[in-house]
């Protein structure tokens, strides 16, 4: 009899996440396809299952699309199941892993910190990540780090690390984390650094960042702003209802444990693009393993499988306030009672835009720039998580944002 082995065997890693939902949006688009493929004709391309049949386009455009048609369907359908599995297998036993160490922490509250990239000096810049993503997006891994790489160049970076949420955190709102914890690390940053820092949030935490440098602008320098959301009824005012609509069902959940737990943030943006995970992971199994493109996509993976669960209050206001009223764009949105309105903001912004974003499209993060006095708008050709972290990302981001930087000193 064989003994079980002490530690797990080669699959080690959970993503993607939560893979029973990956898995099931896959099988139905599967079993869609084979059932319906044989009242399928030549006007196909009407199918809500078209994306599927991308690859059969040769079949179509010779003609080919009579009797042999369902049955391609089929082949192609189980193929591409197939090729998921494979991918999802590839990424689960990669041998890469992060190994890059935290720099030092120059100050703590709770479960949050503040990490400096470049104790010797240089001009100031706080980032502040989302709280339902792991700050270290924007320090992802060797050639793949935006704060290595503007240290690197003179810059002075600070991370502010939310950290897990523990109990004392799970019971904050959103004023507690802008008007409470932001405030204060960036008021140890003024200490630390003896200036007032560049304020510079990425995804929600751009959203938190506007709120802090109009409540604080004595503490900052300037305010960088990368793929904030600020609209969230643009482009498709329907879907941000539809997320906001979830919020009585789970609100078990939030009583349950005073947070949404990171499966159910993970499955409520797997619905904003449900063929997206599957999709990529396919294309995942084609590359080689040792490839750059492999160790990048690995490592990438890696973090969005790490989230972080998200405290109940800030939940109700993102899902119910964010989502459902719209309230920051309709200046409903408060901060410690106040309004927060971008056209109070008076230091200098720099707005970044992906145009390829996703997750925050463009139309809900570019008002900023116009509701900002003066502020600089940039566009690059980019994803969400691309433009921070990916392969283009230094020409994307990085270097664009530097010279605004350098411009400001």
């Not at 300037?222 to 329907?238: C, K, S, V």
């Not at 159910?264 to 693009?273: E, G, K, R, T």
């Amino acid at each position: 009899m064989t003994e079980r082995p002490e530690r797990p065997g080669p699959l080690i890693r959970r993503g993607p996440r939560p893979l029973l939902l990956h898995l099931t949006l896959a099988m139905l688009r599967s079993n869609v396809s084979r059932a319906t493929s044989p009242l399928w004709n030549a006007d196909w391309q009407t199918s809500s299952a078209a994306a599927i049949l991308r690859s059969l386009q040769s079949a179509v455009r010779d003609g080919n699309h009579g009797n042999d048609f369902p049955q391609a369907v089929i082949e192609e359908t189980l193929r591409q199941d197939a090729a998921l599995i494979e991918g999802i297998a590839a990424y689960r036993r990669h041998p890469w892993h992060r190994t890059l160490r935290d720099p030092p922490e120059v100050w703590s509250e709770g479960s949050t910190r503040l990490l400096d990239y470049r104790p010797e000096g240089g001009l100031p810049v706080l980032f502040v990540p989302s709280l339902i993503n792991r700050a270290y997006v924007l320090d992802l891994a060797e050639g793949y780090s935006m704060l290595r790489w503007l240290a690197g160049q003179g810059v002075r970076p600070l991370l502010l690390d939310w950290g897990w949420p523990g109990e004392t955190e799970r019971r904050f709102s959103l004023t507690d984390y802008v008007a409470g914890r932001m405030e204060r690390a960036i008021t140890a940053a003024v200490r630390l650094t003896k200036a007032a820092p560049v304020l510079a949030g990425y995804c929600m935490g751009g959203t938190l960042a506007v709120a802090a440098a109009q409540r604080r602008p004595d503490l900052i320098g300037g305010l960088a702003l990368l793929a904030a959301p600020w609209d969230f009824h643009a482009p498709e005012a329907e879907r941000a209802l539809q997320a906001a609509q979830t919020l009585p069902m789970l609100e078990p959940v939030l009583a349950f444990g005073n947070a949404l737990p990171v499966d159910v943030l993970q499955s409520l943006f797997a619905l904003l693009d449900p063929w997206g995970v599957a999709d990529k992971y396919r294309g995942f199994a084609r590359l080689p393993p040792d490839s750059e493109r492999a160790r990048l996509f690995v490592a990438l993976e890696d973090w969005l499988n790490d989230g972080i669960p998200l405290a109940a209050e800030v939940a109700r206001t993102c899902l119910g306030e964010w989502y459902g009223q719209n309230a920051t764009a309709c200046g409903n949105w408060r901060i410690a009672g106040l309004p927060v309105d971008p056209a109070e903001v008076r230091a200098p912004a720099f707005v970044a835009v992906p145009g390829r974003d996703r997750i925050v499209p463009p139309e809900s993060a570019r008002p900023l720039a116009a509701l900002i006095p003066n502020a600089v708008l940039h566009q690059p050709h980019a994803g969400h998580i691309g433009m921070a972290a990916g392969a283009r990302a230094e020409a994307s981001l990085w270097r664009p944002l530097l010279a605004w930087l350098r411009g400001l000193a």
